[in-house]
């Protein structure tokens, strides 16, 4: 099975998914079908895939700043190791698609598998093979006797674990549907050559509802995933090869991810759990950090504030019943890229440096403190985080039930450096009642465009002489 595992390995890395996968496998699909992969190899070419590793590992080698020996050297060094690797690849591959005719296989997840240890099946076309041909894949991918394949609908299937009977049992069983939810999410990323789709039957949503959540998961945490449980009806993913080998884009080039909700309200309110959980998450990871004195070295606080802005790119968009999910810039590896990965990867790995750049250059810090009120009736808003913000800097104040904050930046209340702030308010929404599954619905309490760094009206210049604000937020009005 190692043998297969490195192989199977190889084929999802080159290429996924055509949708014909969605009548080549429908035999396969039932309605408690939670996620298909359909690996479609056809179009690989191994010296051109080889030319476009290669390249993008010399835009990291250029990135990295390597000086001209030194590049040349390494780049040498990464060209014999690709020629080792294609030399294991290649005869494997060419014995795959030309000796046996295989072009393509599908990865089936099925919850009544799942029910009997078989966390996924591989389905692979086998019509008018010879008996030779399946001893030659039977070898090829070191299989012993008593490995089983099962035959349906011209398809050759194998467990993803040692459980024979159990797969015989499922075959007597299973009842296929052309209605499962899983192929909804395959017609949206229908074109492209890579696909994912995942969906959440009813069976998983009884247990989600049955089971609950472990009590350590964080209540913020255990809203979202059980929301996103009830809510999320499918997910889809996609890459085609030429966005991969950097090139023409196909239409869904851009989109990493998509998640289709029943209305606009469920994607809303996921977003916002979403939005909440980063939140959450670097505020609970900065805490932790600084409780832990005996850390070899502790973060400086932009490290927070870069990983929070990455992470908050990456929030989708909504559009009528579906968060899309964007990549910013090409897909395929570029010198820029490189350059992005090389430079948030040097951050982590020297973060001392850092600091103590900071401490030796730090300016001083004016104490702020202020009030936030609607613009309506002057009342103030209740509940809520104000954050000033630039490119790299990041400081905040809780809202207390008056309106009133403190900000600080490195501590609670230390202020921040004087300059020109984005203003934004996070987290100022409150419950309007619960869903059907318990689940708490929110609302905004301010008009969304103050939500968010990007989109908030207000700019604050903080001067040194500075000690309070009064901010003003429209108050959200619901559509009628």
């Not at 904050?405 to 203003?423: E, N």
């Amino acid at each position: 099975m190692k043998a297969f595992a490195k192989i199977l390995f190889c084929f999802v890395v080159l290429t996924v998914g055509r949708l014909s996968a969605q009548e080549a496998f429908a035999p396969l699909v039932t309605e408690n079908c939670v996620a298909f992969v359909h690996v479609d190899f056809s179009k690989v070419e191994i010296d051109r895939v080889k030319t476009v590793v290669q390249k993008a590992g010399e835009d990291v080698l250029r990135g990295l700043g390597f000086d001209d020996s030194s590049f040349k050297a390494t780049a040498k060094e990464l060209r014999a190791e690709l020629d080792k690797l294609d030399a294991v690849v290649r005869p494997a591959f060419e014995t795959v698609t030309k000796e046996l005719g295989i072009r393509e296989f599908a990865i089936i997840a099925d919850m009544d598998l799942i029910d009997r240890d078989v966390p996924a099946i591989i389905a692979i076309p086998w019509k008018d093979k010879t008996e030779q041909q399946f001893v030659t894949l039977r070898n090829l991918l070191n299989l012993d006797a008593t490995v089983d394949f099962f035959g349906t609908g011209g398809l050759l299937t194998l467990p993803l674990a040692d459980k024979s009977t159990a797969l015989t049992d499922w075959f007597a069983e299973k009842e296929p549907s052309s209605n499962a939810v899983v192929f909804d999410a395959l017609k949206n990323v229908a074109g492209d050559e890579i696909k994912v789709a995942v969906a959440i039957p009813e069976k998983i949503r009884l247990m989600a509802r049955a089971g609950g959540m472990p009590p350590e998961i964080p209540n913020e945490i255990k809203g979202l995933l059980l929301f996103a449980t009830q809510k999320i009806q499918w997910i889809s993913a996609s890459l085609s090869l030429n966005e991969l080998l950097g090139e023409k884009s196909s239409k869904n080039s851009g989109v990493f991810l998509t998640l289709k909700t029943p209305k606009r309200a469920d994607a809303m309110q996921l977003r916002a759990l979403l939005e909440q959980s980063i939140e959450f998450g670097i505020n609970a990871a900065r805490f932790a950090m600084e409780q832990a004195p005996s850390m070899e070295f502790q973060p400086p606080p932009l490290f927070f504030y870069f990983v929070k802005g990455f992470l908050r790119t990456l929030l989708p968009d909504v559009e009528d019943d579906t968060l899309i999910f964007r990549l910013k810039g090409n897909l395929a590896m570029s010198k820029q890229t490189a350059i992005g990965v090389t430079a948030m990867g040097s951050f982590v790995l020297i973060p001392t440096l850092v600091q103590a750049a900071q401490e030796s250059a730090k300016p001083a810090h004016v104490g702020l403190r202020g009030k936030v009120t609607f613009s309506d009736d002057g009342s103030p808003v209740p509940v809520g985080t104000v954050c000033f913000e630039t490119d790299t800097f990041l400081a905040r104040g809780d809202l207390r039930p008056g309106g009133t904050f403190v900000i600080g930046s490195l501590r609670q209340d230390d202020g921040l450096p004087a300059g020109r702030y984005r203003v934004y308010l996070s987290g100022a929404q409150k419950v309007v009642g619960q869903n059907e599954n318990g689940i708490d619905i929110y609302e905004s309490l301010i008009d969304p465009k103050f939500a968010n760094g990007t989109t908030s009206s207000i700019t604050i210049d903080v001067a040194p002489t500075t000690r309070a604000l009064n901010i003003v937020v429209d108050r959200y009005i619901p559509a009628k």
